[in-house]
Nanobody, 122 residues
Framework: QVQLVESGGGSVQAGGSLRLSCAAS?????MGWFRQAPGKEREGIAA????????YYADSVKGRFTISQDNAKITLYLQMNSLTPEDTAMYYC??????????????????WGRGTQVTVSS
């Protein structure tokens, strides 16, 4: 079992930045960030492998968001820059013992946090 708790969400104006954190109770093979906007399906936006630190991004956030982890590999971060109203969503972190996080398939993520809301105003 891996427990995940997100924090760092909030309201920001367009062009601003936020940094999300996800505290994990244990190390996993890989972790990812997902988001779900009102009326839309949840989408995977960033993933990182614990050992290699290889990172992967959805096109919608590439170049603006950065996923990282602390040295103990149990805290996940998402630095979000140049935010737009289209980034408004509930953001979730997720962990997988199976790998293949870079495919952003929800089925490989066995553990999920409850989410943190990000609201970007124009």
């Amino acid at each position: 079992q891996v427990q995940l708790v997100e924090s760092g969400g909030g309201s920001v104006q367009a062009g601003g930045s936020l940094r999300l954190s996800c505290a994990a109770s244990a190390v996993s093979v890989c972790m990812g960030w997902f988001r779900q906007a009102p009326g839309k399906e949840r989408e995977g936006i960033a993933a990182i492998y614990t050992v290699s630190a290889n990172t992967y991004y959805a096109d919608s956030v590439k170049g603006r968001f950065t996923i990282s982890q602390d040295n103990a590999k149990i805290t996940l971060y998402l630095q979000m820059n140049s935010l737009t109203p289209e980034d408004t969503a509930m953001y979730y972190c997720a962990a997988s013992h199976m790998g293949s996080c870079h495919r952003f398939r929800e089925g490989v993520f066995a553990y999920w946090g409850r989410g943190t809301q990000v609201t970007v105003s124009s």
